[in-house]
């Protein structure tokens, strides 16, 4: 069984945005180790939709011999799957109407077909009960697929429902898979939201990355690299401060800043 999981989406740092020269802002794609907590890499594209060549480029850089790849639905493109699996990791892929003939194919096979495995998670937390059911169908239940997904063998419905007090939502997501179908799909698709939280989400409240200003030539993609070189050392300290104490206290301790660095 796999354990490394690394997600790869793209942010856009807001603050690179010129107006007065009509510069649009900066888009980066990132790859986040789930296993490590740590950024392995980022590529910046001219927009989001260069996401799509952006990727490949960005998996060149990067060794992820049996890993698990995971990516939302912009990713979602026959040439990456077969990129993925000709660098020797297996894909998670979402399938959402960018790709209207693979959603309705996967959808019949969700609504026609008994799943493989069914299985659901509780989760409480935070004032709110989320229930995530997971179901997996073999690929072998599609049909008319004109251009087959390499080394697809699994689809993935993930159902979920959020009670927050007296209100109820429910969420239906799908994705297509190069695993075999008794993999535990929960927690990998769960796991690929750790690049929102633990990565974007840290960036904006701890380094304040959509407030800054630097737009001149490079700078904004270099300082973003370097955001996340000290958000990376910043994660390997074990102290229980938080990252915006950890994060003053370097700029204060020459000890612990050295003790930071030391690799």
Known sequence: MFDKVIAIDGKTVRGSKDSFHSTSPIHLVHAWSVENNICLGQLKTATKSNEITAIPELLDLLDVKGSIITIDAMGTQRAIAEKIIDCGADYILSVKDNWKYLREQVEAVCSRCKPVSDSTEVNKGHGRIET??????????????EKPWKSLQSIIKITSTREIAAKVTTEVRLYISSLDTLQPFNQYIREHWGVENSLHWTLDMVFRED????????????????????LNLLKKDKGKESLVSKRLKAGW????????IQF
Do not use: G, P, S, W
Request: proline share 0%; charged share 40%; with cysteine.
């Open 211 to 230: 407030e800054q200003r630097k737009r001149t030539k490079h700078a904004a993609e270099n300082f973003a690299l370097i955001r996340k070189i000290a």
């Open 253 to 260: 301790n020459k000890e612990f800043l050295l003790n930071l």
């Open 132 to 145: 995530r059911r997971c179901e997996v169908f073999a690929k072998n239940y599609m049909i008319d697929d």
